[in-house]
């Protein structure tokens, strides 16, 4: 591994004629980084809430937003309605077995924990499969919930809305992580499935200390 990585330091720092150090992830998720003054290359997957949590990044990464007229009305709906967010990961996930789907019973425990605590007016489910994302919820909860497909808009659009939650009950998805986690509401109460995977080890650190863990 390190004569690797060392050979591409060298290829990669004669192509852009510049000294690079290419450093390659032994984990998934955060491990400490060495920068050194000079460019660096990574390769690796890095999702986990230190890197992101950092002043600066963080800064820039909640700066990020988008604007349209749905994104505008569906902020002014959240501003009345202050939902709880639900995201169910289906789709691609169903012949993913590594991955693995989240149990109903998840949800159903997770919305009445959350439910119980804040009473929350509404409940948007976001879902890339919504009529078998209906049968994760409680059937006392349909009446008070909308249904986000996102069926035609741009993912950028979907995860902006997201933002807009007051709480969180997430997949185990990377598209709802970053919903909770850069959400304009301050500190929103978030669940999250533990384990992440159903066959495969979690990204390190990718759990902020103060979100709930429930058993997926």
Not at 16 to 43: D, K
Not at 56 to 72: F, G, H, M, W, Y
Request: proline fraction near 6%; glycine fraction near 4%; charged fraction near 20%.
């Amino acid at each position: 591994m390190f004569l690797l990585v060392f050979i591409q330091s060298i290829m990669i720092s004669m192509h852009f004629s510049n000294i690079v150090r290419v450093w390659s992830a032994r984990q998934i998720g955060y491990e400490p980084i060495n920068f050194r003054h000079y460019s660096n290359y990574l390769i690796g997957y890095f999702q986990t809430y230190k890197y992101a949590s950092e002043s600066q990044v963080n800064s820039i990464l909640k700066s990020l937003t988008a604007k349209n007229e749905s994104i505008e009305l569906y902020e002014d709906l959240c501003k009345i309605e202050k939902p709880l967010i639900v995201h169910i990961r289906l789709g691609d996930y169903l012949n993913e077995p590594n991955f693995g789907i989240v149990s109903k019973e998840y949800y159903s425990n997770s919305i009445s924990i959350m439910m119980k605590q804040y009473n929350f007016m509404s409940i948007h489910v976001f879902s890339d499969d919504i009529e078998m994302a209906k049968n994760f919820i409680p059937k006392n909860y349909l009446p008070i919930c909308r249904w986000m497909d996102g069926d035609g808009e741009s993912p950028v659009t979907t995860l902006e809305k997201m933002r807009c939650g007051s709480a969180y009950i997430i997949g185990n998805s990377t598209f709802s992580w970053w919903g909770s986690f850069l959400s304009h509401s301050k500190n929103p109460p978030t669940i999250a499935p533990e384990p992440w995977f159903a066959g495969m080890n979690e990204p390190n650190e990718l759990i902020p200390p103060e979100w709930i863990r429930i058993r997926r």
